[in-house]
């Protein structure tokens, strides 16, 4: 019987939702839609050409040829007309080579954080595109060779169904952070929450509805306690250093507020805020400030301090075209000063088309979406992931890099002939 025919009356509610729920998963299998929880995804990440490696790395792609010529790093694949293209971990591959034979450029290669460089933990506060600004930061950072935990914070699991990860909206047990900032005979490590990911080097802890558990209970002890401040944050801060040696940068995308991005707040070493300059998302920004203020201050109340390295704003979904845009990011850039990025995330359809593959524009190549809009849209992506990079950078102490390279490019998935290191 076609799936639309009506079936027979005796047929009860239950079983029809079953098959509803099986036609629809049927379908988005059959378009090539990920899903490793509780089904195995078996999508794999493309390569990348010579180009595109070249403009990553900051080398030329001449360069890159001639190695391959005298069999020096890995090997790449060879084909049409003999062009190369390297995996993620092939270009990881060459990281390592090129620290090793120019040793005076080995933090341009593996910029990985160095002994005694403070692990980056960076809260994306809730906000207009802020799963999708975590979501290509973890990515971007990972491209560019840290080592990247992704933390999703959202009881829906918004940022993990962007990495391929559906839990159907009900409670997988210990899937989430929630495994280790748990109160109960439960808990287990953070470890144990981890999930690799298509790229090298980025790991995710997904979200999942029993992060909803948490917050009741952590709800009860407050009240309990007589609005003293549980130690929700802590357990975060204690999951996280648990790991710490593992990963050069964090990414927290917090939810909808309460005590899960409360512990973000405290955890962090940087907070990134997204806006839309339009008036309406720029008063619902400045309340998602206040709550920050004010979780701050009961974190501070029960006698620990939070100290951020930067507290930065990022304006994305931004029109150039449209004027009523333009001055509300004026307006902004009064009120913000350098705390505001210079770069801004556009409006894209090259960032919908491919949140509609089930995929991010670091995973298609031009042709999937539209060459003009992918470049249009990689640019001012990778413009915004480079300065947050570079402020990374100086925390630790370095020399900016990023912004100038970022600016050199053509976009960050296709490399003029003439880039050079």
Excluded at 93 to 120: V, W
Excluded at 254 to 268: K, N, Q, R, S, W
Aim: hydrophobic content about 40%.
């Amino acid at each position: 019987m076609p799936q639309s025919e009506k079936p027979d009356d005796d047929e009860g509610i239950v079983e029809r939702v079953r098959r509803h729920s099986d036609s629809i998963w049927a379908s988005i299998k059959a378009q090539g839609v990920a899903a490793r929880a509780p089904l195995p995804d078996l999508r794999t990440l493309r390569s990348f050409s010579l180009g595109e490696v070249a403009e990553i790395l900051g080398v030329s792609g001449s360069y890159l040829r001639q190695l391959s010529i005298d069999g020096q790093g890995p090997t790449p694949e060879l084909g049409t007309a003999g062009r190369r293209s390297y995996t993620l971990e092939q270009i990881n591959e060459l990281r390592n080579h090129l620290a090793s034979a120019r040793p005076k450029e080995a933090l341009k290669f593996r910029p990985r954080r160095r002994e005694g460089d403070k692990l980056q933990i960076i809260s994306v506060v809730a906000g207009p595109a802020s799963t999708t600004t975590s979501f290509y930061l973890a990515q971007g950072l990972a491209l560019q060779g840290f080592r990247v935990l992704a933390i999703d914070l959202d009881a829906h699991g918004s940022l993990s169904k962007m990495f391929g990860f559906y839990y159907f909206g009900y409670p997988v047990h210990n899937a989430s952070i929630y495994a280790a900032i748990r109160f109960d005979e439960h808990q287990e490590s953070m470890r144990s929450a981890i999930q690799p990911t298509l790229f090298d080097g980025l790991d995710l802890v997904p979200g999942s509805a029993e992060l909803s558990f948490f917050e009741e209970e952590c709800g009860r002890r407050f009240r309990s306690e007589k609005l003293s401040y549980p130690d929700a944050s802590a357990r975060m801060v204690s999951a996280l250093n648990e790991v710490e040696a593992d990963y050069d940068v964090i990414v927290l995308a917090c939810g909808d507020g309460g005590f899960l991005t409360a512990g973000a707040y405290e955890a962090a070493t940087g907070v990134l805020v997204t806006v839309r300059p339009e008036m309406p998302e720029i008063v619902s920004m400045t309340s998602s400030l206040y709550s920050f203020t004010h979780s701050v201050a009961l974190i501070e109340r029960a006698g620990r301090t939070v100290n951020h390295d930067f507290f930065k704003y990022l304006v994305t979904r931004h029109d150039p075209r449209d004027v009523s845009q333009q001055k509300s990011i004026a307006m902004l850039r009064e009120s913000l000063g350098d705390d505001l990025l210079t770069a801004t995330v556009w409006e894209s359809d090259a960032i919908r088309q491919a949140r509609d593959k089930g995929r991010s524009l670091y995973e298609l190549s031009s042709g999937a979406v539209g060459r003009s809009s992918y470049e249009q849209a990689m640019k001012s992506l990778n413009c915004a992931n480079a300065e947050i990079m570079d402020i990374m950078f100086e925390v630790w102490g370095r020399a900016p890099f990023y912004v100038s390279l970022a600016s050199r490019s053509t976009t960050a998935g296709r490399a003029s002939p003439e880039s050079r290191g």
